[in-house]
Structure formats: C-alpha cells, structure tokens
C-alpha cells in the first residue's frame, strides 16, 4: 500500500503562529488525487483533529521537528510519501514513487555546514518531498534525542541529513521552486511535477494560476 503522509502541527514555533490551517490538508489531499491514480492511503500526522485520516502526535516536538515522527514504526506499510502542506502537485506522481532507491530526497545544490542563531545547519536536503521504504529508516525516529538534538539542530532535514548522509536526491527538473513559475505551470516538456512553496494565500493572488491547481 502507498501511503501520502503530510504533517500538521499547530501551535507558535520560535516566536511566530504557524501560518498554515487544516484547508490546506484537504487542498492537498485532493491535489494527490487528482494526480495519483493508483489505490493509496493519504493520512495527516497532527495534533489536532483535520479533516482526513489522523495519526495523533505522540511528542511535542515544535514546528517541522515534528515531522521525525514520519519515521516512527508501525504507522505504514511499504512505500511512503511525504509532501510537504505548502507543495502544489502538477502532474502524475507516479515516477516520484517508483523511484528505485530505499530513501529519496530533494538534494541542495550546495553541500556544507553553519550556524543559525547558534545552530547547526547542514546544507545538503529539503525534506519538502521524501519517499522511502517505511521498514528500513525507523532509527531517523529511535536514534532521536529531542533534549540533544533540538537545542543544537537547526530542522529535522539536518538531522536527515546528519544521520543518512548519503540519501539518494530527485532529479533537479522534476521539483521546480515557485519563484522560476511566475508565468504559469512550466511547459509539458518540463519534467515539473511538483511546486514549492506556496507559504500563504497570497502567493495565489500573486500568481493566478496557483487558484487552479491549490483546490
């Protein structure tokens, strides 16, 4: 069974509310819809309720740092995509699935590491889209340690990045950045399925063309 996991923690994180509601769950579960065709699972990691499948949260770890309970066993089966709430889904998802690696990730074109407000940052993943085998990478959740990591990482794609340092990367044409689609969807030769970030409503005001797709 594939599954589509997509994270939804609500609360303030590093001094600012999280901007996204639970629309934009059912914005993107009907987005995958529309673009995988296959039988598939999609649920919402969260704590609080929304308005698909949930798995309840089991720690309060804050903003994405909450995403490493993606990895937590027992919650899947099989193949596992996660989709970041703020991606806009283009075309069929299929290929991103079939990926033939354990664990693929969007890769940065740079690979080094430095400090933000006093933490570290590995600059080598984006964890906005992932896909893996659910069995093989439950020590990304059992090798966690909030007390240690949190106060000294700077996001969950650096503990990724930390403990898997060597993670298969998505072809740079396939996931496109909304600051190079100002003028619309990219062309059908384009091999862009999928989009981000929209952050905010305003990015749809902004670029009209999000309103037919982020629905």
Not at 14 to 42: C, D, S
């Amino acid at each position: 069974m594939i599954t589509v996991a997509c994270v939804y923690w609500k609360g303030s994180f590093r001094g600012r509310e999280r901007i996204y509601t639970t629309e934009w769950i059912t914005k993107l579960q009907n987005m995958v819809a529309r673009n995988l065709k296959v039988p598939h699972r999609f649920v919402c990691l969260s704590n609080v309720k929304v308005p698909c499948e949930r798995i309840p949260l089991e720690h309060n770890w804050e903003g994405f740092w909450s995403k490493v309970e993606l990895f937590r066993p027992g919650l899947f089966e099989d193949r596992v995509l996660y989709l970041d709430l703020d991606t806009l889904v283009l075309k069929d998802l299929q290929p991103i699935i079939n990926q033939k690696a354990d664990f693929t990730i969007i890769g940065k074109d740079e690979n080094y590491v430095s400090k933000k407000e006093g933490k570290t940052v590995i600059t080598k993943y984006n964890s906005s889209v992932m896909v893996w085998d659910e069995s093989k990478y439950h020590h990304l959740y059992n090798q966690f340690d909030a007390e240690e990591r949190i106060p000294t990482l700077w996001g969950d794609q650096d503990w990724i990045a930390y403990k898997e340092p060597d993670l298969a990367v998505f072809p740079n044409k396939w996931i496109g950045k909304l600051r190079y689609c100002r003028n619309g969807v990219p062309p059908s030769r384009m091999k862009v399925m999928l989009v981000m970030p929209i952050k905010n409503e305003l990015a749809s005001q902004k670029y009209p063309w999000i309103k037919n797709i982020w629905k």
